[in-house]
């Protein structure tokens, strides 16, 4: 999920989406990964996000993210 919106949006705009730090100070998959999965509620925001541009047809190929 993070790969794709970030490759869609850009950091820029996902860090203004979702005023994460993770996002905005030397965003990386890596870092993203790691703090999305200690931070339940950070990650239900990026769910929803997903869900937001991607529509629900979309597939959650996993309830983490990718």
Same mark, same amino acid.
């Given at each position: %999920?993070?790969? #794709? +919106? *970030?490759?869609? %949006? !850009?950091?820029?705009? +996902?860090? $203004?989406?979702?005023? /994460? #730090? ?8 890596? *870092? $993203? /990964?790691?703090? /999305? #999965?200690?931070?339940?509620?950070? #990650?239900?925001?990026?769910?929803? +996000?997903? /869900?937001?541009?991607? !529509?629900? *047809? $979309?597939? +959650? ?6």
């Amino acid at each position: %999920m993070v790969t #794709r +919106l *970030s490759e869609n %949006m !850009g950091w820029i705009a +996902l860090a $203004s989406a979702i005023p /994460l #730090r993770c996002f905005s100070h030397d965003p990386s998959i890596k *870092s $993203s /990964l790691k703090f /999305l #999965r200690k931070t339940p509620w950070a #990650r239900t925001k990026v769910e929803q +996000l997903y /869900l937001q541009q991607f !529509g629900k *047809s $979309s597939r +959650l190929v996993n309830t983490a993210v990718e």
